[in-house]
């Protein structure tokens, strides 16, 4: 079974940077898409960035410019690279993983158990 482990959050001021990790472990057959979403106290869960297995990626509006998707495909690892932070980036910062296992047909989905990033003075 695949898990996934985040890390790299915490406290930044704002325009800080941050880089936030995925590590994954288990057996991958290959990757679909790899993506980052984040949680707001009273909020849905939203996008961030995904980047796929062919390496194109894809950003919510609100993060365009200031944060940045990546993958160590030897590693299967996941960063996500944020800059210029704002108070409104506050959130718990989760991991996705859709791929194939082997031996199965189909994707399977992971989550990782999400890594809390506060932008505040």
């Known amino acids: 079974q695949v898990q996934l482990v985040e890390s790299g959050g915490g406290l930044v001021q704002p325009g800080g940077s941050l880089r936030l990790s995925c590590a994954t472990s288990?057996?991958?057959?290959?990757?679909?898409?790899m993506g980052w979403y984040r949680q707001a106290p009273g909020k849905e869960r939203e996008l961030v960035a995904v980047?796929?297995?062919?390496?194109?990626?894809n950003y919510a509006d609100s993060v365009k410019g200031r944060l940045t998707i990546s993958r160590d495909n030897a590693k299967n690892t996941a960063y996500l690279q944020m800059n210029s932070l704002k108070p409104e980036d506050t959130a718990v910062y989760y991991c996705?993983?859709?791929?194939?296992?082997?031996?199965?047909?189909?994707?399977?989905?992971?989550w990782g158990q999400g890594t809390l990033v506060t932008v505040s003075a």
């Open positions: 996705h993983l859709k791929y194939v296992r082997p031996y199965y047909s189909g994707a399977a989905d992971a």
């Open positions: 288990g057996s991958i057959l290959s990757v679909i898409v």
């Open positions: 980047i796929s297995g062919g390496g194109i990626t």
